[in-house]
């Protein structure tokens, strides 16, 4: 923040806004303004579309990259680039060495009527409302880059907001971050009121007046619930620091699981009581057969024996199964109750613990009887992975994996680079690991809490998961070693389908294996995997709606896969 930027960059996706924004920016300050799309086209000598169609993306990547490096040669400039540039790291460094980076948001129905209109209006028509299902594919590549755009100094949501509106948003930001750049909080805490009614900063930079920014690793923000997840090592002893941030009450009750409570139990009680807290315990048996009905009762008659009013909050100190089932009391008892989640182990910190789904098991299925219920915040400290069991923490890789195939191809590669290091829990590539695993699920949870549409793309391998879990009674597989069979399972059908090349289905399975995941099974019967997948949360209509591949980071939902290449998969995966 002690750099006085020269250059405003205008970016997000198309739909957003970005060269009409800028263009009256750059009036407004009488600055130069440069559309790097217009560079591109003046570089290769014809249309864009014409590059794609002609040339192909990597082409048009590279000469987007010369375009980028020339309009940031000179100050004064306002840039607006292409949705896709700020994906790039080396466009990243060249625009932030000397640019004040601002991100343009917009929601997916908003992006897509948008652009409709433009095309309605004889503009050129965009590859993005080609296909079946436009707003779904709006939907997933925007998922896909979200992570880059919310690393940014500012963002604007514009979905209300005209051109000048935004514009002036804009230039305030510009203009405090400049006048306070040898101040670094007081610029962070300008640039936040800057957007505090329009939008939201980037990942390091104060948000909207929060006084929690630090250790942020990504906000979720549904319809119900907006709240912050924190990664970091050592951090549980900061936790009674943040819960008095986001609760007036000085009573918590902690569940945990009898593993995790005897490593962390005492430790998170004296540091809530030493903060002035009276603190409430209850611990449950390890293990997936805790998370049931009767467990769940147990707990009601704990807070109510008591007396836990509802503003007392609850705390899941623990992995999946404690959050999963923690939560779904907190969502349940006196018709809710604030809650924290605090998860210890891998998959927890990746996938559970953000999102708000919160259940018990039922005897013919995983997660059958549930809610969606926000915490106030997820707070993972990344120094309790060095306490797990080898198997669990290997389990955690599987959904860690998943991201890198369902959203982000890049993070799929980093992970292919750095699986040794991941595996040793060297802890900058783990806290990268969690971070951006992290903030994929945020950014999907975020357009659709309760997977009534892209949500789902996070089931990618899990009802083939959920089917031998529940065959086995929860006692065969942890829950990442089902994940990582299952999306074996999702890459072979989507092989079987068509839509999938063979090397990514090897490209994935050699990943597995590095993290030492398993990708086939033994000793269970088809028949009974077959019928648990059958009530599996994912049918509508009585069919399966399976999550498949494209590519890496292309996703494809299909109800409609032939049960016979169901029963071939299933029987190629199992090891008689």
């Given at each position: 923040?002690?750099?006085?930027?020269?250059?405003i960059?205008?970016?997000?996706?198309?739909?957003?806004?970005k060269?009409?924004v800028?263009?009256?920016?750059?009036?407004?300050?009488?600055?130069d303004?440069?559309?790097t799309d217009?560079?591109?086209?003046?570089?290769?000598k014809k249309?864009?579309?014409?590059i794609?169609?002609?040339d192909?993306?990597?082409?048009?990547?590279?000469l987007?990259?010369?375009?980028?490096?020339?309009?940031?040669?000179?100050?004064?400039?306002?840039i607006?680039?292409?949705g896709?540039?700020?994906?790039?790291p080396?466009n990243?460094?060249?625009?932030?060495?000397n640019g004040?980076i601002?991100c343009?948001?917009?929601?997916?129905?908003?992006?897509?009527?948008?652009?409709f209109?433009?095309?309605?209006?004889?503009?050129e028509i965009?590859?993005?409302?080609?296909?079946d299902n436009?707003?779904e594919?709006?939907?997933?590549?925007?998922?896909?880059r979200?992570?880059?755009y919310?690393d940014v100094?500012?963002v604007?949501?514009?979905?209300?907001?005209?051109?000048?509106?935004?514009?002036?948003?804009?230039?305030k930001?510009?203009?405090?971050?400049?006048?306070?750049r040898?101040?670094?909080g007081?610029?962070?805490?300008?640039?936040?009121a800057?957007?505090n009614?329009?939008?939201?900063t980037g990942?390091?930079k104060?948000k909207a007046?929060?006084d929690v920014?630090?250790?942020?690793?990504c906000?979720?923000?549904?319809?119900?619930?907006?709240?912050?997840?924190?990664?970091?090592?050592?951090?549980?002893?900061?936790?009674?620091?943040?819960?008095?941030?986001v609760?007036?009450?000085?009573?918590a009750v902690?569940?945990?699981d009898?593993?995790?409570?005897r490593?962390?139990?005492?430790?998170?009680?004296?540091?809530?009581?030493?903060?002035?807290f009276?603190?409430?315990s209850?611990?449950?048996p390890?293990?997936?057969?805790?998370?049931?009905?009767?467990?769940?009762?147990?707990?009601?008659n704990f807070?109510?024996?008591?007396?836990?009013?509802?503003?007392?909050i609850?705390?899941?100190?623990?992995?999946g199964?404690?959050?999963?089932l923690?939560?779904f009391?907190?969502?349940t008892?006196?018709?809710?109750?604030?809650?924290?989640?605090v998860?210890t182990?891998?998959?927890?910190?990746?996938?559970a613990?953000?999102?708000?789904k919160?259940?018990?098991?039922?005897?013919?299925?995983?997660?059958?009887?549930?809610a969606f219920?926000?915490?106030?915040?997820?707070?993972a400290d990344?120094?309790?992975?060095?306490?797990?069991?080898?198997?669990?923490?290997?389990?955690?890789w599987?959904?860690?994996v998943?991201?890198?195939?369902?959203?982000?191809?890049?993070?799929?590669?980093?992970?292919?680079s750095n699986?040794?290091r991941l595996?040793k829990l060297?802890?900058?590539?783990?806290?990268?690991?969690i971070i951006?695993?992290?903030?994929l699920k945020?950014?999907?949870?975020?357009q659709?809490e309760?997977?009534?549409?892209?949500?789902?793309?996070?089931?990618?391998?899990?009802?083939?998961?959920?089917?031998?879990?529940?065959?086995?009674r929860y006692v065969?597989?942890?829950?990442?070693?089902a994940?990582?069979?299952g999306?074996m399972?999702a890459?072979?059908l989507?092989?079987?389908?068509?839509?999938?090349?063979?090397?990514?289905?090897k490209?994935q399975?050699?990943?597995?294996q590095?993290f030492?995941?398993?990708?086939?099974?033994?000793?269970?019967?088809?028949?009974?995997?077959a019928?648990?997948?059958?009530?599996?949360?994912?049918?509508?209509?009585?069919k399966?709606?399976?999550?498949?591949l494209?590519?890496?980071?292309?996703?494809?939902?299909?109800?409609?896969?032939?049960?016979?290449?169901?029963?071939?998969?299933?029987?190629?995966?199992?090891?008689?």
């Amino acid at each position: 923040m002690n750099r006085q930027p020269g250059n405003i960059i205008i970016t997000g996706f198309s739909g957003t806004g970005k060269s009409l924004v800028a263009r009256e920016i750059a009036g407004q300050l009488r600055w130069d303004f440069i559309d790097t799309d217009n560079e591109i086209v003046s570089l290769a000598k014809k249309p864009i579309a014409e590059i794609f169609s002609s040339d192909g993306e990597k082409k048009f990547r590279k000469l987007e990259r010369e375009a980028v490096k020339r309009a940031s040669r000179q100050s004064h400039r306002v840039i607006a680039i292409g949705g896709g540039a700020i994906v790039d790291p080396q466009n990243r460094s060249q625009l932030a060495r000397n640019g004040f980076i601002v991100c343009l948001e917009a929601r997916p129905e908003t992006i897509y009527q948008r652009l409709f209109q433009e095309e309605s209006h004889g503009s050129e028509i965009r590859p993005l409302l080609e296909g079946d299902n436009p707003l779904e594919h709006i939907r997933q590549l925007k998922a896909r880059r979200q992570p880059y755009y919310d690393d940014v100094d500012l963002v604007i949501n514009t979905d209300d907001l005209g051109i000048d509106d935004v514009a002036k948003e804009v230039v305030k930001g510009w203009r405090l971050l400049r006048s306070a750049r040898n101040d670094k909080g007081k610029a962070r805490n300008d640039i936040g009121a800057a957007g505090n009614s329009r939008g939201k900063t980037g990942r390091d930079k104060a948000k909207a007046g929060n006084d929690v920014a630090e250790d942020v690793a990504c906000w979720v923000e549904t319809t119900t619930q907006r709240y912050p997840i924190f990664v970091g090592h050592g951090l549980l002893d900061r936790l009674a620091e943040k819960l008095k941030k986001v609760s007036s009450s000085r009573v918590a009750v902690v569940i945990s699981d009898g593993n995790v409570s005897r490593l962390y139990g005492d430790r998170v009680r004296e540091i809530l009581k030493a903060a002035g807290f009276a603190v409430n315990s209850f611990v449950v048996p390890p293990g997936e057969e805790s998370k049931s009905i009767n467990t769940a009762m147990d707990i009601y008659n704990f807070l109510i024996k008591k007396r836990v009013e509802r503003d007392d909050i609850l705390i899941a100190l623990g992995g999946g199964m404690i959050g999963d089932l923690a939560g779904f009391a907190a969502a349940t008892y006196l018709r809710g109750i604030p809650w924290v989640q605090v998860p210890t182990s891998l998959v927890a910190m990746v996938d559970a613990s953000i999102g708000g789904k919160v259940a018990v098991n039922h005897h013919e299925g995983k997660n059958l009887i549930g809610a969606f219920y926000q915490p106030n915040f997820v707070l993972a400290d990344t120094q309790t992975l060095a306490t797990l069991p080898k198997r669990e923490l290997t389990s955690g890789w599987a959904e860690v994996v998943k991201y890198g195939m369902i959203l982000d191809k890049e993070f799929f590669e980093f992970l292919e680079s750095n699986a040794g290091r991941l595996i040793k829990l060297e802890q900058d590539v783990v806290s990268k690991a969690i971070i951006r695993s992290a903030s994929l699920k945020a950014q999907v949870v975020s357009q659709d809490e309760k997977e009534r549409g892209q949500r789902i793309i996070l089931n990618y391998g899990h009802t083939i998961a959920h089917g031998l879990e529940a065959a086995t009674r929860y006692v065969g597989f942890l829950h990442g070693e089902a994940v990582a069979i299952g999306m074996m399972g999702a890459a072979k059908l989507s092989q079987k389908s068509g839509i999938l090349p063979t090397n990514v289905v090897k490209r994935q399975q050699s990943l597995l294996q590095k993290f030492g995941l398993p990708t086939s099974f033994s000793s269970t019967g088809l028949a009974e995997i077959a019928k648990a997948m059958e009530v599996d949360k994912k049918t509508r209509a009585k069919k399966i709606r399976w999550v498949l591949l494209e590519d890496i980071g292309k996703t494809a939902i299909r109800a409609n896969v032939p049960q016979q290449d169901v029963m071939a998969v299933l029987e190629e995966l199992s090891q008689r």
